[in-house]
C-alpha cells in the first residue's frame, strides 16, 4: 500500500513537470503527428494509381501429380471473376524473367510432392516469391494466398476423415484413393467457385489502393512515437541531485518506473484513441462500437509494453544520450517488425518466428483486421505474454538497481 502511495505521488509529480512543459509539450504530439502525415500524404501519391490495374501473379507446379495440375488450373480459371486480378499458369524460370522485367508482380510455387503430403496430413506450404520493386501488390498477394492455405487445410482435415472411416469399412486401397482424389478436388473446386477467396482478393486489393492502409499503418508509428517522445521529456529533467532526493524519499526504481510507465500510457492512449475516433470520423467508417473497443484495447496494450520496454532499456545505460540513442533504436526494431514499414513476406522466412512472437506485428495485424478487414474477433495471447515477461523482467530490473545502488 505504501508503494502504490509512492506511485501516485511521481504520478502527480510527472504531471506537474508536464504542465510546467505546456509550450513545448503540444510539439510532443504535434510534430511527429505533421511529418507522419506528410509522409503518408506522399506515400499514397506514389504508390495509389490514378486508374486501377491488373494486378498479374504467376502459377509454377515443380508437383507433377495430377491432382496438383488440376489445381493449379482450376486456380488460374478461377481469375475469370475476379476483377483486377490476373493469374497465369508458368514455369519457374518465365515467372523469374517477368519479375526482372516488373512485369509480374510475385509467383505461387507449389513445391514437389505438394499433394502426396497434404493427403498424408503433412505439413505442406505454398511459396509466395514476390517482386521488390512491387511490395504493395506483392502484399496483396500475401493475403489470397493465406486464403487459399486456410481453405486447403479445411478440405485437408475432411479428406483425412474420408480416409479413415474408408479404411474403417475396408475399401480398397485403389478405391479409397480415387474416393480422396475426388473429394479433394471437388472440395478445391467448389471453394474456388465460391465468394471467399473473390472477397478476400476485394478486402486486400482496397488495402493496397486506398488511404486507409497507409492510414492504419501511420496511426501505429505516431503512437510508438509518442511513447518514446513522452518517454524522453519525462526523463531529461531528472539530475543526480534530484535522484538523490527521491532516493531519499523513498522513490525506489520501481516506484519511478512505475509511475513514468502509467503516465506515458495514460496520456499516448488518450491522444491515440482520440484521434483514432477523429480518423474514423472524417472517412466516414461503419465501423462498429465493439471494434472501436478492441481496437483501443490493442493500442491501450501496446502503448503500456512499449513504454515498460523504454524504462527497463534505460536503466541498462547510465549516460543520458547513449541511453536516449538505445531506446531509439529499440523503437525503430519495434516499428520494423511490426511490418509496417516493409512488410512481413520481404523479410528472410528463418524470420517468420520474430513476427509471430513480436507484439508490434500482432498489434499492426488485429489493427488492421478490424479496420481493413471487418474481423470481430482479436487474438492478445501474444501482446498479454509479452506483457507479463515484461513486468517480471521489469521488477527483477528494478530490485537489482536497488541492490547495485544501495
Known sequence: MRKMRHVFVFIANDISRLRRKWLTLPLIFISPLIFIGLLLWIMSSVFMPDEPEDIEI????LDDSEPASMIVSALADSAEVAEGLEINEMTQAEAEEMIGD???????????KFTDKMMRGESSQ???VGNPDMQLE???????????????????ANILTINHYAETLGMSDEEREALIFQEFVNQFIQVLSSDTLMDEHEISQNISAGAM??????????MTVWVYMLHIALMRDTDHQLKERIKLAGGTYFVQGAARSITT???????????MLVILKLSAADLPVENIGRLAVLMILHIIITSILLIISGWLIRSFKISMTVQLFVILLVILFAGSIIPRIYFPVYLDPVFDYMYSYQTLFWMEELLLNGRFIIETEVLLITLAVLFVVFLAAALYKERRFL
Open 58 to 61: 504467376g502459377l509454377v507446379n
Open 102 to 112: 516488373n512485369t509480374l508482380v510475385s509467383y505461387i510455387l507449389f513445391p514437389e
Open 126 to 128: 505454398l511459396e509466395v
Open 138 to 156: 506483392s502484399y496483396v498477394i500475401s493475403g489470397v494466398i493465406d486464403t487459399v492455405v486456410r481453405h486447403i487445410r479445411n478440405s485437408q
Open 213 to 222: 492502409y497507409f492510414i492504419v499503418n501511420g496511426l501505429f508509428i505516431l
Open 265 to 275: 500510457s495514460v496520456i499516448v492512449s488518450l491522444f491515440s484513441i482520440l484521434l
